[in-house]
């Protein structure tokens, strides 16, 4: 036997760890992993684990086979990955000073039926290190544009209000744009570091009480022009009126102004965009519903990482930074962002977040 250990499952495309009909396990082909690889069967006992997995836990499987895992003593690095739900996403964890990241699927019979968990372990730390130090590399590097960029900026400043002569009117317009260029490249630059900063756990959200309906009647008059300039309607309704909530005001600011932005961006002419702001329990709902051009369902998952951009997004000016900022944003507040879309149809997005600080 042996063949059949490591399969894919072609429904799934998972893989499957298949046992064979007699039960027979290829320890030596599970122990040469360069991942640690832990097996439980349905009623929660431990029934195998491969050689990386001791040396990651720094447990030996003699101690632990044949035990039920919530009867493991409960400070363990063994029962903190165990006892923990790794089905639909990877959870990374420092275990022993060293990054692991622990994911979980069933564990399936050569006929797909359900024999238990599966549990494997992979040290990430070289990596997170790395990554690290490269994302230190670029915000240094994003840092220092800063300032020719500033120089360039304020030279051209002191041109456009003729502070370094007479300027040849044929001239204003370049000027004008150069300015332009200038201002978006600098808030290109002060969004890539502020996403390394929320990151790296760097900003600090400082809440203080804040008239949300304000807030949000400033960002849609911000935008208001650019709707007009393309017949695009843009409602702000709010029903009730909202108490008062603690936010910090300029970073949600910045997450209210790029999802009311893209709405404008992604709406094609004579399109609508609807805004609506309400309490439910303890939570502002904030919702922008455009009838834009919509985000396809491979695409929905990924709008948030950094830089990502949907194919039809293509036409349209942008970094792929927005979206990656506010949920940070959002989440450092406690709260979270939902998105709905179809493509061709229009998208909903819905900004979720406590009134109050949870503690
Ligand atoms: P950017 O707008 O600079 O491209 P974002 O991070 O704000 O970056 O958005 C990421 C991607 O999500 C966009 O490029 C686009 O593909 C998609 N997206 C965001 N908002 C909308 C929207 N309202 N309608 C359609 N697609 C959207």
């Known amino acids: 036997m042996g063949n059949n250990l490591l399969t894919i499952n072609r429904d799934t495309q998972r893989m499957v760890y298949s046992v064979h009909p007699d039960g027979f396990l290829n320890e030596s082909v599970v122990d040469s992993l360069s991942s640690g690889v832990i097996f439980s069967d349905d009623n929660g006992i431990l029934t195998f684990m491969n050689r990386k997995a001791e040396t990651l836990l720094n447990v030996f499987k003699e101690t632990v086979i044949g035990k039920r895992i919530d009867m493991l003593p409960l400070r363990t690095p ?6 923990e739900d790794c089905r639909e996403f990877s959870l990374e964890m420092n275990i022993f000073g060293r990054i692991i990241e622990v994911r979980s699927s069933e564990l399936l019979s050569p006929d797909n039926e359900v024999l238990g968990n599966i549990t494997e372990l992979f040290d990430v730390t070289e990596e997170r290190r790395e990554r690290r130090n490269r994302e230190e590399f670029v915000a240094k590097m994003t840092h220092d544009l800063k300032s020719p960029l500033m120089v360039m900026q304020g030279y051209m400043q002191a041109i456009k209000l003729g502070m370094l002569g007479k300027v040849d009117p044929n001239l204003g317009k370049i000027i004008d744009d150069m300015a332009r260029s200038g201002k978006s490249l600098h808030s290109m630059i002060e969004d890539l570091l502020d996403i390394y900063r929320l990151e790296m756990g760097l900003v600090q959200i400082l809440r203080r009480s804040c008239d949300a309906a304000e807030l949000l009647e400033n960002c849609c008059r911000d935008r208001q022009m650019e709707a ?101 944003i959002v989440e450092a507040h406690g709260g979270r962002i939902e998105v709905v879309s179809t493509e061709g149809m229009g998208s909903i997005f819905t900004i979720i977040i406590p009134i109050r600080e949870q503690v």
Do not use: W
Request: hydrophobic share 40%; charged share 25%; proline share 5%.
């Open 78 to 83: 063994l029962y903190k990955v165990m006892s």
């Open 228 to 328: 007009d300039e393309f017949g695009i309607s843009l409602d702000l309704t709010i029903p009730c009126p909202l108490p008062m909530v603690e936010l910090d005001e300029k970073q949600m600011t910045r997450v209210f102004a790029n999802i009311i932005g893209n709405a404008v961006k992604f709406t094609p002419r004579d399109g609508s965009i609807a805004i609506s702001a309400i309490m439910q329990d303890d939570n502002l709902h904030i919702a922008v519903h455009d009838t834009g051009i919509g985000i396809s369902e491979k695409d929905l998952p990924r709008i948030f990482t950094k830089y990502y951009r949907s194919e039809n997004a293509a036409g349209f000016k942008g970094s792929g930074l927005g979206l990656a900022l506010s949920k940070e």
